[in-house]
């Protein structure tokens, strides 16, 4: 089951910067934060992804609340091509081996003209 | 720099036909994954392989087998299809390790009648 909770929609202006948040009231201290999304039926592609700091890569920005219960990705000037359904997904970290993405049904952001 | 190829990208069966769903990466990566997902829902992982010689079952593995041929090339094979198994399968591969990502395929669209 997927340890995250997204709203299933969200609607976004051109330009604008998205908010996309994510409850993960169940963290436990050693599992990442991971984002994912997938534009139309492609392949999911990685976005970003944090264990205690906010992060910033060229893609967005992912704020993690100090209790680690929720976090934020953030688009600062959203596009058409960024309208996909966006994954958040909690990993748990373990050296070597295989780790398991456990993917919820996402939340869908639509980019508007 | 191809990254996650997959053959073929759309295929037709019927009921009881056997098939072969082909993945490749060139990114030296370790482990791989095959997952599907079905109209509407996020992707459900149905074998992974660590590396090389093992493979493991995922959430959905009945109706499939998985052959790890080298450390490029992860098959998925379906012995008797089923309508169920109608859905479009992802491959993925990732490095373990800190901040492990996983990069998909472009995706097999499979229609079984």
């Known amino acids: 089951d997927a340890k995250t909770t997204q709203p299933p929609s969200m609607d976004c202006a051109e330009g604008r910067a998205a908010n996309l948040p994510c409850n993960h009231s169940t963290i436990s201290g050693n599992e990442y934060v991971y984002w994912y999304r997938q534009i139309h039926s492609q392949g999911p592609q990685y976005i970003i992804h944090?264990?205690?700091n906010n992060e910033t890569n060229e893609m967005a920005s992912l704020i993690i609340t100090e209790d680690r219960k929720s976090s934020t990705l953030i688009l600062p000037h959203a596009t058409l091509r960024d309208t996909a359904v966006y994954y958040c997904?909690?990993?748990?970290?373990?050296?070597?081996?295989?780790?398991?993405?456990?993917f919820g049904k996402g939340m869908k952001l639509t980019v508007n003209p | 720099n191809a990254g996650v190829t997959q053959t073929p990208k759309f295929q037709v069966l019927k009921t009881g036909q056997s098939m072969t769903l082909q993945c490749a990466q060139d990114m030296n990566h370790n482990s791989m994954y095959w997952y599907r997902q079905d109209p509407g829902m996020g992707l459900r992982l149905i074998y992974y392989s660590a590396s090389e010689g093992t493979t493991d079952k995922g959430e959905v593995p009945n109706g499939y087998n998985v052959s790890r041929l080298n450390k490029r090339e992860f098959s998925l094979r379906l012995e008797s299809a089923a309508p169920s198994q109608t859905s479009v399968y992802f491959c993925?591969?990732?490095?373990?390790?800190?901040?492990?990502?996983?990069?998909f395929g472009p995706g097999t669209r499979l229609l079984v009648l």
């Open positions: 997904i909690v990993r748990t970290f373990t050296q070597g081996g295989s780790e398991k993405l456990v």
């Open positions: 944090g264990l205690k």
């Open positions: 993925a591969s990732s490095e373990p390790g800190l901040g492990e990502t996983q990069y």
